[in-house]
T-cell receptor, first 112, second 111 residues
Framework: DTAVSQTPKYLVTQMGNDKSIKCEQN?????MYWYKQDSKKFLKIMFS???????INETVPNRFSPKSPDKAHLNLHINSLELGDSAVYFC???????????FGPGTRLTVL | SQKIEQNSEALNIQEGKTATLTCNYT??????LQWYRQDPGRGPVFLLL?????KEKRKERLKVTFDTTLKQSLFHITASQPADSATYLC??????????FGAGTQVVVTP
């Protein structure tokens, strides 16, 4: 059983489009995250949710909107995609904030 | 500002030798430090967590030290194997409770 899963694994789209990435964890964790890893491989936190509530919101354009329908799911919706949004996006979960992170396989987003 | 520094150059090492990676930090007062491994095309995988009151932690062929005076952690892979080739990331909790990652050091173990 996959602990943290993301879909899709690859996403290729045109500038200006809107897209979503889905994440699910079956670890029973209370906290979930979205990270962005750019071309230089630097992993940076974007958002964190605890029990469906947003607790960390980094300096991310408001075109990015996370949604947590329940504590096992955290989706990321991106409006008006730009070239600079191209990166690998990782979902992660942990028991409590900043505890050991369990990462999903990543979604490689390419904006053309 | 808070900063985490890891060697940006890849560490090339011969099989069987010990690989030593460094993680230096500034303006953090971490209660603990974590190390992760990332393989190409995959998400990071947790390896070890060491607390501020622990000098050393071991897990199989891995050893981590944590010196809060020097503000440094060392990560050792003993008897390295080609399967150990990956990027290794250290991570610290910042003042706001967020986990921050270093840029990672790539390790290449050659037979």
């Amino acid at each position: 059983d996959t602990a943290v899963s993301q879909t899709p694994k690859y996403l290729v789209t045109q500038m200006g489009n809107d897209k979503s990435i889905k994440c699910e964890q079956n670890l029973g964790h209370d906290t979930m995250y979205w990270y962005k890893q750019d071309s230089k491989k630097f992993l940076k936190i974007m958002f964190s949710y605890n029990n469906k509530e947003l607790i960390i919101n980094e300096t991310v354009p408001n075109r990015f909107s996370p949604k947590s329908p329940d504590k096992a799911h955290l989706n990321l919706h991106i409006n008006s995609l730009e070239l600079g949004d191209s990166a690998v996006y990782f979902c992660a979960s942990s028991h409590i904030l900043a505890d050991t992170q369990y990462f999903g396989p990543g979604t490689r987003l390419t904006v053309l | 500002s808070q900063k985490i520094e890891q060697n940006s150059e890849a560490l090339n090492i011969q099989e069987g030798k010990t690989a030593t990676l460094t993680c230096n930090y500034t303006n953090y007062s971490p209660a603990y430090l974590q190390w992760y491994r990332q393989d190409p095309g995959r998400g990071p995988v947790f390896l070890l967590l060491i607390r501020e009151n622990e000098k050393e932690k071991r897990k199989e062929r891995l050893k981590v030290t944590f010196d809060t005076t020097l503000k440094q952690s060392l990560f050792h892979i003993t008897a390295s194997q080609p399967a150990d080739s990956a990027t290794y990331l250290c991570a610290l909790t910042d003042s706001w409770g967020k986990l921050q990652f270093g840029a990672g050091t790539q390790v290449v173990v050659t037979p």
